[in-house]
């Protein structure tokens, strides 16, 4: 059910994003530009992207970026970013599922700590993260460029 995405999945995927809110305002469905960043995620062995596939169907996706650090005595972390899940598949445990898999993976590779943000305006999704054990203990910071 969860595979590393290939470039094949990269319209769903685009789709995914782009189906709220804030995607709906940011992302460009058909742009090149996305081949290019799938192109360099796949490249990096410290990125996995990932998609959550039934039937043929892709239901959901998040990336994965395994970050070295020395804080921590030298604690590796797991970022957990770009996490959507189709509409109609909210509510059914599948984005429960999804995230204890990907934590999984952070713990099979060594992290001490795993990370994600998400949008303030994203309330439900910070309960859900919230019902993972996942705290709001920093504030984070943007700065678009």
């Avoid at 995405?5 to 990269?10: G, H, K, S």
């Avoid at 043929?56 to 030298?74: D, K, N, V, Y």
């Avoid at 959507?84 to 934590?103: H, K, M, P, S, Y």
Wanted: glycine share 8%.
């Amino acid at each position: 059910m969860f595979r590393r995405a290939t470039v094949q999945d990269l319209p769903a995927i685009v789709a995914l994003l782009a189906d709220d809110v804030l995607g709906a305002a940011r992302e460009a469905p058909g742009d090149p530009a996305y081949a290019a960043a799938f192109a360099a995620i796949d490249a990096d062995p410290n990125q996995l992207l990932v998609v959550a596939e039934q039937d043929a169907r892709i239901l959901g996706c998040l990336q994965l970026t395994f970050l070295p650090g020395l804080s921590h005595r030298g604690a590796w972390r797991g970022q957990i970013e770009s996490v959507r899940v189709a509409a109609d598949q909210r509510g059914t445990g599948l984005g429960r599922r999804f995230l204890e898999w990907a934590i999984a993976q952070c713990r099979a590779r060594g992290c001490r700590l795993v990370q994600l943000t998400t949008d303030k305006s994203r309330t439900d999704a910070r309960r859900f993260y919230e019902s993972l054990g996942f705290t709001a203990s920093h504030e984070g910071m943007k700065l678009a460029l």
